[in-house]
């Protein structure tokens, strides 16, 4: 049987819509049974969440395609905005800003499945601050606490929640919030990734314990992102934003990871099986090519393409030019959306970074830098002072007199590498360190600590207290000694710079600092290499030194 046009209207047809392109259906043949039983009574209800942090992006017409099978289904589906489970990751992100970034994630939700024409009367939004801090919903994670060892919590977080050997004690409830969402939510089934399966199984476990039902769970599987890994709101390269202009959205088409002949790990691939045919509604894929080359392909079903595609009769640049147009497509309504003033104000409401710089203040910054009368160039303090490259740890022991100091040889591509002495070995071990690409200020004044020379100094972001410091991180494919790149700022091309003193080196990385998106930046600027921005994994809005 096949459901491509309209609503589905009997039993059969619901459970394929439902069931379609996911992963797993958790309990296999008696959960089907269990969903066949309660579409015979009446609609399913089921709920899918997310943390309000990252700016939603193209990967989210995953879940959106699996949402809209749902409405078309005829479930009453609710959309839960896990602001609270987003507040205490790391308390990095303050309540009002979550309560803008909940109104931007319902609004661009909406343009998502408005776009692909999907019924909206089904579908509620839900903030987990509603109802997760009632006297009730608190009595039962005490319950649930009380009967989930350490050990269980922190094996069904393991792949959602960063794992640590210290974990926070937030990250071990996650599972457990997640559990009792279902009962508070009186839903039916939950949705998720194949990353959930744990979670999922723990809700299974625990929620009868404490006199609740347990719940169907229904997975998809994970996408890759552009690169080949998975696509990452804070990896720039991996994503498209939904915002994205039609010139952008093809740029990083032509620069997706899509080996020819090759499926596994191949994110526009997967683009087309999970988002572009469930959306389809029956209409063929088609790939437009002039003359000289063969002509338009169609394809009426993903396993033509697929199947073409591994016999090399379509070439990925073909793929993804196909993509593209098909992903503009999907993006003109929610772009056309969001050309209103007041929407593109909840953008920026939401994410404060993407706001530009008005032109008054630009004025007024520019007046602010201009050099003095008789000043020459060099005499400007910015970014371009600093030698800021790339390396990479070769060899690293611990300081013979001092617990809290390492000792590295660090590759920066000269002819010898350089010695650091830096005092990582409080939030680093060893094996951690080794052969780890790096950051470093390469033209400060050399420094004896504790009897051994340091002449370079590795940069990382810390939170305010320095209890967690995180180093900067560049895209894989950096090579040693590429120097920092700072859009609109002229950094010098020369082997070395002269060195900076103390106040400069004081001065300049005052200005640095971690985006809410964990990107580093000077003055607002993007820090790149040619692989793209740098950043740290997930300390925001964080001093860099």
Request: aromatic share 8%; charged share 25%.
């Amino acid at each position: 049987m096949s459901v491509t046009v309209g609503m589905a209207k009997t039993v059969d047809e619901k459970v394929e819509l439902i069931t379609r392109n996911l992963f797993e259906v958790m309990g296999a043949e008696k959960t089907l049974d269990k969903l066949k039983n309660i579409l015979n009574e009446r609609d399913l209800k089921v709920y899918w969440g997310t943390a309000t942090t990252g700016q939603p992006h193209i990967a989210y017409f995953v879940p959106m395609s699996k949402i809209a099978d749902f409405l078309r289904a005829g479930c009453d589906v609710t959309i839960l905005f896990a602001d609270l489970h987003a507040y205490l990751d790391n308390l990095k992100t303050p309540f009002e800003l979550l309560i803008h970034r909940t109104k931007y994630y319902e609004a661009v939700i909406k343009g998502m499945l408005e776009s692909v024409g999907v019924p909206l009367d089904k579908l509620r939004f839900v903030r987990g601050t509603e109802y997760q801090l009632s006297r009730e919903y608190t009595l039962d994670v005490y319950k649930l606490s009380s009967g989930t060892t350490t050990r269980n919590a922190k094996k069904a977080g393991a792949e959602v929640v960063k794992q640590v050997d210290s974990p926070c004690l937030s990250g071990l409830l996650y599972p457990l919030l997640q559990a009792l969402d279902e009962e508070y939510l009186k839903v039916d089934a939950q949705f998720g990734g194949v990353d959930q399966r744990k979670i999922f199984t723990l809700a299974e476990e625990t929620l009868p314990r404490v006199g609740y039902a347990k719940r169907i769970h229904l997975m998809n599987p994970m996408v890759p992102g552009l690169t080949g890994a998975k696509m990452s709101s804070s990896e720039a390269h991996s994503k498209i934003g939904l915002l994205d202009s039609p010139k952008e959205v093809e740029q990083k088409l032509r620069g997706a990871f899509c080996e020819e002949g090759k499926i596994e790990g191949n994110g526009v691939l997967a683009f087309v099986k999970m988002v572009l045919f469930p959306l389809s509604q029956g209409k063929p894929f088609i790939i437009e090519r002039p003359e000289k080359y063969g002509g338009n392909i169609t394809f009426a079903s993903y396993e033509e393409l697929e199947k073409a595609f591994v016999e090399k009769s379509v070439y990925p640049l073909d793929l993804k030019n196909g993509v593209a147009q098909a992903i503009n497509a999907l993006l003109e309504p929610i772009r056309k959306k969001f050309s209103d003033p007041q929407m593109m104000e909840l953008v920026y409401n939401a994410y404060p970074d993407l706001r530009p710089v008005q032109q008054e203040e630009k004025k007024q910054e520019e007046k602010k830098n201009k050099p003095g009368k008789g000043a020459k160039p060099s005499d400007i303090i910015d970014i371009t002072k600093l030698d800021l490259k790339v390396g990479r740890i070769t060899k690293i022991s611990k300081h013979p007199d001092a617990e809290s100091l390492y000792v590295e040889e660090i590759d920066v591509g000269g002819s010898a590498p350089v010695q650091v002495v830096s005092g990582l070995a409080k939030y680093y071990s060893l094996e951690q360190l080794e052969n780890r690409l790096v950051v470093l200020l390469c033209n400060m004044k050399p420094t004896s600590l504790r009897g051994i020379k340091s002449h370079a100094m590795v940069l990382a972001a810390s939170s305010a207290d320095k209890s967690s410091v995180e180093l900067l991180e560049v895209a894989e494919g950096t090579k040693p000694g590429e120097r920092l790149q700072f859009s609109g700022f002229n950094i010098s091309t020369d082997a070395e710079l002269p060195r900076a003193n103390e106040k400069v080196v004081e001065q300049v990385l005052g200005g640095m600092k971690t985006t809410d998106e964990f990107v580093a930046t000077y003055n607002g600027v993007v820090a790149t290499t040619s692989a793209g921005p740098v950043k740290v994994p997930s300390l925001a809005q964080a001093a860099i030194h």
